[in-house]
């Protein structure tokens, strides 16, 4: 990852140091979509909604986190550096946050109201990616693949009423952690110019996991630190702008 690092920065500088022709291929791209974590069947065991799948379950589901019920709106931000005749590099933001209400399954208080918490996430990638374009930079029609890296920086969080399974006592309390992650991005997408626009839609996948607190979420069955797995797809509309 350290290498892939490396290389795309070197790709990069030199895009930003390419010649004035490169440099009228530069565009600002703004994007807006929805971005899908990854299921509860895939998370590994030591994720923190699969571990609270055991005790916790949302409103519309018998058992088990709905972990549908995150998928949320996403927005972003790329500077294009346009290199060759059919290369480009992007540096880019993101940004992404989403609250899902959750109670337990098979509990609830003294007077029979359910024992609720909201859970939050918080994601915000900072990406550095090449694309190729097979058909160039100024054809009517702009197809593109590419990959890349993210650092992408988390907040996770549990608050509401909890149960103490030492005593069934309930409690009021707040659980969180942050910090940021390595990953791999891939993504693809076409645009077009209208007007003075380019105007497109992309999907774009990222896989990363965050270290969460052990003294603040339950740890997995086998032992080990819990973790946030921030691994998910993005289906974004686009809109750039040439400089």
């Not at 058992?63 to 500077?79: C, Q, R």
């Not at 907040?155 to 309930?170: A, K, L, P, Q, W």
Request: net charge negative; glycine share 14%.
């Amino acid at each position: 990852m350290r290498r892939l690092t490396t290389t795309l920065g070197l790709i990069l500088g030199a895009a930003l140091l390419a010649p004035a022709a490169a440099s009228a291929q530069n565009a600002l791209n703004l994007s807006i979509g929805g971005f899908t974590p990854r299921g509860l069947d895939g998370r590994p065991a030591d994720d923190v909604l699969f571990i609270d799948s055991a005790t916790l379950a949302t409103f519309n589901q018998s058992s088990g986190i709905d972990v549908s019920e995150f998928n949320g709106p996403t927005i972003g931000a790329e500077w294009l550096i346009g290199f060759g005749g059919n290369f480009e590099g992007s540096l880019g933001i993101g940004y992404y946050q989403r609250t899902v209400p959750s109670s337990y399954a098979d509990f609830t208080d003294q007077s029979g109201n359910e024992i609720q918490q909201d859970l939050k996430l918080r994601i915000v990638p900072f990406t550095a990616t090449v694309r190729f374009l097979p058909l160039g930079h100024r054809s009517g029609i702009v197809p593109y693949i590419g990959g890349g890296v993210g650092v992408f920086a988390y907040r996770y969080s549990e608050t509401g009423r909890f149960v103490d399974f030492s005593d069934n006592s309930i409690f009021t309390a707040s659980f969180s952690g942050s910090g940021s992650a390595t990953g791999p991005v891939i993504l693809g997408g076409v645009r077009f110019p209208v007007g003075s626009a380019l105007v497109g839609g992309e999907i774009r996948y990222q896989n990363a996991k965050g270290d969460l607190p052990a003294d603040q979420f339950l740890p997995p069955a086998n032992g080990g630190t819990p973790r946030i797995d921030l691994t998910g797809t993005s289906y974004l509309f686009t809109i750039g702008f040439r400089f």
